[in-house]
């Protein structure tokens, strides 16, 4: 599936919620810098996510536990925000860390989260993702999103000229 980053303006918000994305993930997914804490990584790969850039991930993979190179992402999932539960590790000056989130999302118009805590190893310098163990998230009770409401992804836009029919 092809890199969408052209989706999106530097200007825009980052998908990871950390700001804008020029002065966010771009960098990381660009190649430029390589991400400094699990935490980023973590961020930067949910971005990945979002733009379709399988790419990155496979890069950003751990090669013990990355998948094989026809590794396809769901194109019925439309993500929506992530929020970072909690931290362990991972810092600057760490060789593993942990991280755990909950990342939302869209399939069909229909809410959904996925909940999980991911483990991270650096090596020369580099952060990867090992693997992740989903966290019984709670059902969320949230009905059909109706076109003129705002979108969920934050963008401040309304449902109908934002993520609607993506």
């Not at 961020?43 to 496979?58: C, D, G, K």
């Not at 009905?143 to 963008?155: A, D, H, L, M, Y």
Request: aromatic share 10%; hydrophobic share 30%; net charge negative.
């Amino acid at each position: 599936m092809a890199d969408k980053n052209s989706s999106i303006t530097a200007e825009m918000p980052c998908p990871c919620g950390n700001g804008v994305f020029q002065d966010c993930c771009r960098k990381y997914l660009d190649g430029e810098k390589a991400a400094p804490t699990a935490e980023t990584l973590m961020r930067s790969r949910y971005t990945a996510y979002v733009l379709n850039n399988v790419e990155y991930l496979l890069k950003s993979w751990h090669p013990a536990s990355r998948p094989e190179k026809d590794f396809v992402l769901e194109e019925a999932i439309h993500w929506q925000g992530l929020e970072i539960l909690d931290t362990e590790d991972g810092g600057k000056d760490d060789d593993i860390g942990q991280v755990e989130f909950i990342a939302s999302y869209l399939v069909e118009d229909r809410p959904g989260q996925l909940r999980e805590r991911s483990d991270f190893r650096r090596e020369d310098g580099l952060w990867y993702y090992v693997d992740g163990k989903d966290v019984k998230a709670q059902p969320i009770t949230v009905t059909k999103i109706g076109r003129n409401e705002p979108c969920p992804c934050g963008s401040g836009k309304k449902y109908k000229r934002c993520c609607y029919g993506k």
